[in-house]
């Protein structure tokens, strides 16, 4: 799922103390000859607050089911992301279908500044002071999804000093 990112830590539900976020719950129909049949389709973010974070996708006949057929897919993609006190290590753009997010970190006191699932995905992760935009699409799949993709690009400054071969100083310094 997450190939296309490099330097990305999946990480085993095991151990962590995981809580999950219901981001929205859709009602299906499919019609047939005998009339129309309803279903549910639920998605949940699901994180231990403090860097580890996945997303999943549950469809059933009854919504409670749906949403733990959800939490059971997320508890598959857990990912961890690098957090730098309670923000982010610098702003990113994250894009997918026709949404786009835009997350940028915070000073301290600042809060989450984000609105419906970016801030469901920004609470999970355990960011506590960040600026975020989301445009474009506002369909729940497509802003997780986007947010997802901005934060697996984030990198701290020891990952970049290693990509580079350099110092820590070094990097800080241009």
Do not use: C, W
Not at 6 to 12: C, D, I, Y
Not at 83 to 91: I, V
Not at 99 to 126: F, K, N, W
Not at 146 to 167: C, E, K, N, P, V
């Amino acid at each position: 799922m997450f190939q296309k990112y490099k330097n990305v830590e999946t990480v085993k539900p095991g151990g962590l103390d995981l809580k999950d976020r219901l981001v929205g719950v859709q009602r299906v129909t499919k019609v047939t000859k005998g009339g129309r049949a309803f279903g549910f389709s639920a998605i949940v973010v699901v994180g231990d607050e403090n860097g580890v974070v996945g997303h999943g996708l549950g469809k059933s006949k009854e919504v409670a089911t749906a949403i733990a057929k959800a939490i059971e897919d997320g508890k598959k993609n857990l990912i961890r992301i690098p957090l730098n006190k309670g923000t982010l290590p610098h702003e990113q753009k994250g894009k997918y279908g026709g949404a786009r997010v835009y997350i940028q970190p915070a000073s301290h006191g600042t809060g989450v500044i984000a609105g419906g699932a970016v801030r469901a995905v920004l609470e999970a992760v355990g960011v506590h002071d960040v600026l975020s935009k989301s445009q474009g699409s506002s369909n729940p799949h497509n802003v997780v999804k986007a947010t997802f993709d901005a934060l697996l690009q984030l990198r701290d400054a020891r990952t970049i000093s290693q990509q580079r071969g350099i110092s820590m100083d070094k990097v800080f310094k241009g």
